[in-house]
């Protein structure tokens, strides 16, 4: 194994030993069989790419595994409770298209682009299933077996019991790019002077009782005195619906692809949390109760995987990204760039128009049956800022399921012998409109025009 790239390192352990690998299990016990499985795609990571990635696959009457270290499919728009579509919504291809109509048809929307997640995870699963994705949740992927410039087969740990899934071709949507760097893959992690990510977010959501309640400041947390000591944005967005949605805590200067940097955010943002309940039941909103928080920390930036051309931020502001002949996504949302050493210092908000997803931002720099999609294709730190918002993943993952089924069907064992003119056909007839020039900008009127930002 080339490297352990999930989180999950203590079910990892124990499995380990099945591949050769470290720690060797307890004296007089014997290492867990590995169960081997094989697929004609195989994607790692469940989120909005992943998951769409793995239906665009199935659909074309492909064998597909789809892996997700969680309990739900949706990534950071279920189980992350980022309730919000950052991007204008028409045209995205019809796997969101049938996503957000099915919340539609339950109310599950409001005011255009907010969403209940509980409705999106089981929007999502049914999709999957009916394309016929064999979806395998609580499982993380640990690492690959390669050959050179070429992935055999993932390595999954779930219950901790080893599985090994080979497949022809794979799709990196883990949104920090552990499979290709699993693989060797060269990869950029933020800025390129420190290496310094774009902050992360635990959302939550407060609903309206109907009368006071006490507000109560856990012991040990210091009390917000008033609006410019909020670590984020604002005071929340009323949905309508007796919910305010608060995307507001702000962790900076942590490392999303390190354990324990990680583990420390997920604990500083809960301390965010209390803190800011405690502030808005006191001033803004008297009767309002904790209802939800995310079940993870909302990761914006960890690796961005090199693939065979780096998007970049002239690209988009230029122009140059509107012309791409191999686009196979439209991203039409705002550079949204944070700030990365502390609040209100050195973020900025501008918006662009729209712009095209080339393919060979999803391939993979020196591996030949490898994918990216999503927030970990190549593209420097101002770029992935702007297309990492999630309409835009899931183009990418529709695009990117859609190239490894053609690659199947034409029997090829490299992915940049995709005919990437019949890969945008079939995008077209999907209902993915790849021309930027049909479509429109969005940047939330709070956004709009060039200006500092968080």
Request: net charge neutral.
């Amino acid at each position: 194994m080339t490297d352990i790239a999930r989180r999950d390192l203590l079910a990892a352990a124990g499995a380990l030993a099945a591949w050769g690998g470290s720690p060797s299990p307890a004296p007089g016990a014997a290492a867990a069989p590995v169960r081997r499985l094989e697929y004609d795609v195989v994607v790692a990571g469940g989120g909005t790419a992943g998951t769409a990635a793995a239906v665009a696959a199935a659909r074309r009457g492909h064998k597909v595994l789809l892996v997700e270290e969680a309990n739900c499919l949706g990534g950071t728009s279920t189980s992350g409770g980022v309730c919000e579509w950052f991007a204008n919504l028409e045209g995205m291809g019809d796997v969101f298209d049938r996503v957000r109509n099915d919340l539609n048809k339950h109310g599950a929307v409001l005011k255009g682009r907010f969403f209940n997640a509980e409705y999106l995870k089981i929007a999502w699963q049914l999709l999957a299933q009916e394309a016929g994705v064999t979806v395998l949740l609580h499982a993380s992927a640990v690492g690959v077996s390669a050959d050179p410039g070429r992935v055999k087969a993932l390595r999954i740990v779930s219950c901790s019991q080893p599985i090994e899934a080979e497949a022809k071709f794979f799709i990196d949507a883990t949104g920090e790019g552990d499979v290709a760097a699993a693989a060797g893959a060269e990869f950029m992690k933020g800025d390129p002077a420190h290496g310094r990510t774009l902050h992360m977010t635990l959302t939550f959501v407060l609903y309206d009782t109907g009368k006071p309640v006490q507000p109560h400041l856990p012991a040990g947390l210091e009390e917000i005195k008033s609006n410019r000591d909020l670590p984020g944005l604002g005071m929340g967005y009323v949905l309508g619906d007796g919910r305010v949605y608060f995307n507001a805590t702000k962790v900076m200067l942590h490392d999303p692809t390190d354990p324990l940097s990680l583990s420390d955010a997920e604990l500083e943002a809960r301390r965010q949390l209390a803190r800011i309940v405690h502030y808005a039941q006191r001033t803004k909103y008297p009767n309002h109760a904790l209802c939800s928080s995310g079940a993870r920390i909302g990761i914006r930036e960890g690796r961005r995987i090199v693939g065979d051309y780096v998007l970049s931020e002239d690209d988009i502001l230029k122009g140059a990204a509107r012309t791409f002949s191999d686009g196979v996504a439209v991203a039409t949302s705002q550079i949204d760039f944070h700030s990365l050493t502390r609040p209100g210092s050195g973020g900025w908000r501008q918006q662009v128009d729209p712009y095209a997803i080339p393919y060979r931002c999803l391939l993979v720099k020196g591996l030949a049956n490898v994918l990216t999609a999503g927030k970990c294709i190549s593209g420097d730190q101002v770029a992935h800022s702007s297309y990492r918002m999630t309409p835009t993943c899931c183009g990418m993952g529709q695009a990117a399921g859609t190239a490894a089924a053609i690659a199947v069907e034409a029997r090829r064992r490299d992915l940049r012998e995709v005919d990437v003119k019949a890969l945008r056909a079939e995008l077209a007839k999907a209902g993915v409109e790849l021309d930027p020039g049909k479509h429109k900008s969005f940047a939330p009127s709070r956004h709009s025009g060039r200006k500092e930002a968080d």
